[in-house]
């Protein structure tokens, strides 16, 4: 009697460790940015990336066409890196959206 009550409660446990998993695993990542040759590599909402992203050379001008939202005029833009449009602030370089690109 006692190997069938420890077998269905490691077999309660072990069911539930797996929901736990599953449930952590739902949990949507925040979106981070990887900019190569960086100290960090990777950037999320909030950071400070490398100033030349805030050069209007590097901007992104058809944002609507790529359905993304209007910047504040004169003090942020989007630009592009790798697979993600970053809306960055023109005064500080700090981030204030990623957005994946759609393919």
Known sequence: MKIKTWTAMAVVVASLSGVAGLAQAAEPAEPAVHIPG????QFKVGD???DHFRRSGEEVKDWHAR???A???QKSH???VNDKYVLV???NSVIEKIVPVKR
């Open 38 to 41: 960086t100290d960090t590599g």
């Open 48 to 50: 400070k990336i490398p």
């Open 67 to 69: 359905g993304l939202s």
């Open 71 to 73: 910047p504040e005029d």
């Open 78 to 80: 989007w630009v592009r």
């Open 89 to 91: 602030q023109l005064s």
